[in-house]
């Protein structure tokens, strides 16, 4: 899915990585001739392009960024206590992840576009939520679980 620019450093090799508002990074190189990207190579060039969206496969993937902060947590549902807001459609705001723990029993994670994938989610497993995809969770019988969210440190 697209994600925006939010800055640029350097890794261990010397390559630039982009900085996405996701938390993700990604490589940006200038290869000739195989891959053209002049605009790394000066900072003109890569504050020209801040802001712009590219594709970030890791969040099609669902994966969690390295170096999110933690900084809340739901109280703990059960399929009665379950608020309405999060068996409607939502989506989190802009760099912001969360995981669905389940204590005990089990849900249905149902992620929309582009992802779209349904998964069940039991105390042996967790489930990550993407910034900014609309999904909806789904008890399936008796459950508890809660929901702990992180983001994308200032940078
Ligand atoms: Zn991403």
Redesign the pocket.
Known sequence: ?K?AISGFHVDVHGDWVAE?D???GQHVRHRRPFVMRPWVATEEGRAAMLGSEID?V??DRM?W?DGLTTYRRTPEFDAASIPDGLRAEHATKRGVWGRIHVVEGGLTYHVDAPVHRSLRVDPASSAVIVPEVRHRVEPGGAVRFFVEFARVRAR
């Open positions: 899915m994600r996405l996701c938390g993700h970030c890791r969040c994966e960024p």
